[in-house]
């Protein structure tokens, strides 16, 4: 053995880089994410002066009516929309893999809406089309738009996108033999549905519903909002802990909310093991062919649905440049005028930008460093599966709880990064700990397509590891650190859920203006403020597009067939 | 590649992100306020050039999230001074302890009722806010929902669903809203009053603010606001009438006040004195109409006139040492109804 090592220094070396770069990443995760959860679970169980109370505070939540309400209210709003928007975004995918109807990549295109404006603006814009004063009020099918029925239609616009690419990406897995054998023996097609289509994008859509379910309980940008007195958990602890400054309380709640997110999510993991065993390397892609009817019909649902996302939005964005909504219809920009309003003027808008870029540069170096030292590093196998475990936990963990857990955590004035509270670096790391996973996954793809040969061939160059992955690994992975670093600098531009708890004066940011001065009614200039959001969100979108597509042509066209 | 010179581009930002802020000579003042976001630009700016080696850092929020936060921090405090705060608020934080007296230069000068009356003042106030009532023309026609004359005919049933206030447990308007009413029917009937209006309310709001925007925008007929947000909004061309019930109107000021031990005592007392200067009177008022000091006050574009005659004989000591009392009564009764916060 030490012979061995002996022979062959560089190896020694960078094995022992990489031991340390793991041991460090564990650190890292435990630091940033386990431990502040753990601040908030043991909060919840304590009173004002920190004496433990046991489940005290949880006997009071329970007891009282209007808590336990929220409670009850945010479990029906979150299966109303889970149930609504997988099976729409099932139809919605459906069309655009299984018929040969025109304009898909259109389609595909207006569906990813929602996920470049902050949960509010949905809202927002549904106040101006149902609200009292909205323009076609009278086809809301609920008395008001302001309760139940407008969370749930702004949820799941909202929701949307996020449960089409999960089942997009399910449907688009299907075996074309599978419905090749059923027609060949004269399955009708409703049946071939059935048993064919259903069974093989099921865990997608298990998937979807698990996705959407999570994200509905921790939103809380649309019911304050849209709302009005429906209260739900997330609305909850945003007022126990910002409105009262009862901690305790707001963590308590925040235990409510953890609990179903990590029941969803220990589901999914279950499911996910499953389908693993189901997949078969040799399936051929599905081909569709034309069939008028079915291909008209699609068309007609996803130009619908498309419509609706796209008046939404549109309306919130028109809002804006009105001048008095809805007396003095007139075209003005003093809306854009934040400066003379709450939410923190413009600044905002340049503390998101800068807390998206650094969020985005910072976020998917780290993650893919992380991702690589666990798919390339050998032995070490226990510490590498618990990191991996790690990492699919903020799946799990909802932003307002990771926020406030950051609180428990850092504000605490003997923890020696207790200086990161209140700074722009606290609202950069909780960004990055809350996104974690789904950059996580997509960099390990990546690397997974890489050929283990490459480190063997260089093992026997005695080429270094490190110098392999900034030679081979790095530049192999481009497109997959551009579609991280893009998702972080989407997700950080439009996300309030653990940032609301961390921001400062100093440190306000665009999409927490929108909440703000929504609150203080102004809702004319909080539409402004999302439309800027959404602009500079979708600039950034096209940016990446472009990049993606000139670094497919030079680079990767090795890789293309 | 170039991976090099993307590191070299990164330590630069990275320094950014790890770095505290940059070194200014200036002394900053933390002031905590819950003064309207459309004053502070103008306030600030009058201020610092005033005193231009203090810089003021506003953190601003309703009248009760203000009162909320400091004291939470009461064994940590962050601020150095509260400018534009409820003075019944400041009356709970001088009882607490948490406030440093200090006698400011002209205090002479002001109303007797704007000055704490211990020897040396915890609190001086700056300007009133009094409540009133935002009624949207345009909507009460059509929604066939006459203009309210008194806060009585709140309760009518016509009124049912059209009428929007703040949560008091949040908003200082809402607070003096109920202070007013129990002050003005006693204990029990104000109850039983809010009771039925409760039965007529579409919600409540964060903010106090907001009920009127929303009638100014007609998402709402009526908003129980207070009379500032109402002639603003008047003034861009809203269809909002101002109605001052004849009962009487609550109030309160808005007042400044030292957080005993800032480090920054000396900058302090000049933001104290200056807070209640002629010029600084003259400012409130071009919002205001009634301030500290009587003989600056004019008239103020669309504002209801003669509101002062309308306030009510306003026991603060009382509506102070039961502020908490009213307010966990109020949240026991009515808080399902309430906007999120």
Redesign the interface.
């Known amino acids: 053995m030490n012979v061995l090592l002996k022979q062959n220094p560089l190896t020694r070396l960078s094995f022992s880089g990489q031991g340390a770069g793991i041991v460090l990443s564990i650190i890292g995760m435990l630091v940033f994410l386990v431990l502040p959860v753990w601040s908030l679970l043991s909060r919840s169980v304590e009173n004002k002066d920190g004496e433990f109370i046991g489940l005290a505070n949880f006997a009071y939540y329970f007891q009282t009516p209007a808590l336990l309400e929220s409670a009850w209210n945010s479990l029906i709003i979150a299966a109303a929309c889970t149930l609504l928007v997988t099976s729409s975004a099932f139809l919605y995918a459906y069309a655009l893999n299984r018929t040969s109807m025109p304009g898909k990549s259109v389609f595909r295109l207006l569906a990813q809406l929602p996920m470049l404006a902050p949960s509010m603006m949905p809202a927002i814009g549904l106040i101006y089309l149902f609200g009292n004063q909205g323009v076609i009020k009278e086809w809301f099918p609920a008395d008001s738009v302001y309760g139940a029925g407008g969370i749930i239609v702004g949820l799941s616009l909202w929701c949307f996108p996020h449960a089409l690419i999960i089942i997009n990406t399910a449907l688009s897995l299907s075996d074309k033999r599978l419905h090749e054998a059923a027609r060949v023996m004269g399955t009708p097609a409703w049946r071939r549905f059935l048993t064919v289509t259903l069974p093989a994008a099921r865990y997608g859509l298990i998937s979807a519903a698990l996705v959407v379910f999570t994200l509905v309980l921790a939103d809380f940008g649309v019911p304050k909002v849209i709302g009005g007195q429906f209260d739900v958990l997330a609305t909850d602890i945003y007022k126990r802990v910002v409105g009262q400054q009862n901690f305790q309380m707001g963590a308590v709640v925040g235990v409510l909310l953890l609990l179903p997110s990590l029941l969803a999510f220990g589901l999914d993991r279950f499911f996910q093991r499953k389908q693993q065993e189901s997949f078969s390397t040799s399936a051929v892609p599905y081909k569709p062919e034309a069939n008028t009817t079915k291909d008209t019909l699609a068309l007609i649902y996803c130009s619908v649905v498309a419509i609706g996302l796209m008046t939404v939005i549109g309306m919130a964005i028109y809002a804006s440049f009105v001048t008095f909504w809805p007396y003095n219809l007139s075209f003005t920009l003093a809306n854009y005028d934040f400066d003379m309003m709450d939410g923190g003027g413009w600044d905002a808008w340049f503390n998101s930008i800068e807390m998206a870029f650094l969020t985005a540069l910072i976020g998917s170096l780290c993650i893919f460093l992380v991702a690589w030292l666990n798919e390339k590093t050998k032995g070490l196998k226990q510490s590498r599966n618990l990191l991996h475990l790690l990492a699919f936990m903020p799946l799990a963990v909802p932003g307002l709880v990771l926020g406030l857990g950051y609180i428990f955590f850092f504000n605490h004035p003997d923890n020696p990064l207790h200086w990161i509270y209140g700074t722009m670096t606290i609202l950069v790391l909780s960004t990055i700990a809350h996104y974690f996973t789904v950059p996580y996954l997509t960099a390990t793809t990546a690397l997974k397509q890489i050929p283990n040969e490459f480190s063997a061939v260089a093992d026997s160059l005695k080429v270094s590891q490190a110098q392999l992955f900034r030679r081979v690994t790095l530049p192999l992975s481009l497109p997959a650190l551009l579609d991280i670093s893009v998702y972080l600098f989407l997700a950080a531009i439009t996300t309030v859920s653990a940032v609301v708890f961390l921001y400062s004066t100093d440190t306000t940011l665009a999409a927490v203006a929108i909440l703000n001065m929504d609150e203080a009614g102004d809702t004319s200039p909080a539409a402004a403020m999302a439309t800027v959001v959404f602009v500079s969100a979708t600039v950034v979108r096209l940016i990446h597009s472009g990049l993606t597509a000139s670094l497919r042509k030079h680079s990767q066209a090795w890789q293309l067939k | ?1 170039g ?1 090099k010179t993307v590191l070299k581009g ?1 330590l630069p ?2 320094a ?3 770095s ?2 940059a070194f200014a000579g200036k002394t900053e003042l933390t002031v905590y306020t819950a003064f309207e ?2 004053q502070l ?1 103008e306030y600030e700016k009058s201020f610092e050039s005033a005193h231009p080696d203090i810089d003021i ?4 929020d309703s009248t ?2 203000v009162t ?2 400091l ?2 921090e009461k064994n ?1 405090p962050k601020a150095d001074v509260v400018w534009g705060l409820a003075a019944t608020s400041l009356m709970l934080l001088k009882q607490e302890g948490m406030l440093q007296p200090y006698k400011p230069q002209g205090v002479e000068k002001l109303r007797k009722s704007f000055v704490d009356n211990a020897a040396t003042p915890s609190w001086v106030g700056a300007e009133a806010w009094v409540a009133s009532i935002c009624y949207n023309t ?1 909507e009460g026609e059509k929604n066939n929902v006459p203009a309210p004359a008194s806060w009585k005919d709140l309760t009518k049933p016509v009124y049912k669903g059209h009428v929007i206030m703040p949560n008091p ?2 908003s200082g308007t809402g607070f003096l809203d109920v202070s007013s009413w129990i002050q003005m029917f006693g204990e029990e009937n104000a109850w039983a009053y809010m009771d039925g209006l409760h039965q007529n309310i ?6 106090g ?6 009638a100014a ?4 007929t009526i908003g129980i606001s207070f009379a500032y947000r109402g002639a603003k909004s008047k003034k ?4 909002l009438e101002i109605i001052t019930p004849t009962e009487g109107l609550g109030w309160d000021l808005e007042a400044t006040a030292i957080i005993k031990g800032t480090d920054k005592l000396e900058a302090a007392q000049k933001l104290m004195d200056w807070s209640i200067t002629r010029e600084a009177n003259t400012m409130y008022n071009k919002y205001y109409a009634v301030v500290g000091i009587p003989s600056v006050e004019k008239q103020v574009p669309f504002y209801p006139e003669n509101i002062g005659k309308k306030m009510i004989d306003n026991n603060f000591e009382w509506a102070a040492s039961n502020r908490q009392a009213i307010l966990a009564e109020w949240q026991n009764r009515y ?7």
Do not use: F, Q
């Not at chain 2, 579409?202 to 903010?207: A, L």
């Not at chain 2, 861009?236 to 269809?239: N, T, W």
């Open positions: 590649m991976y990164l930002l990275a950014t992100v790890l505290t802020g976001a459309d630009k850092r506003w953190v601003r009760g999230i909320a936060k004291l939470a940590n345009v447990n949040s579409s919600r409540y709001t964060h903010s603010s907001k009920p009127c925007k929303l925008s007609g998402e709402t861009k061309g809203a269809p808080d399902g109804k309430s906007d999120p916060k």
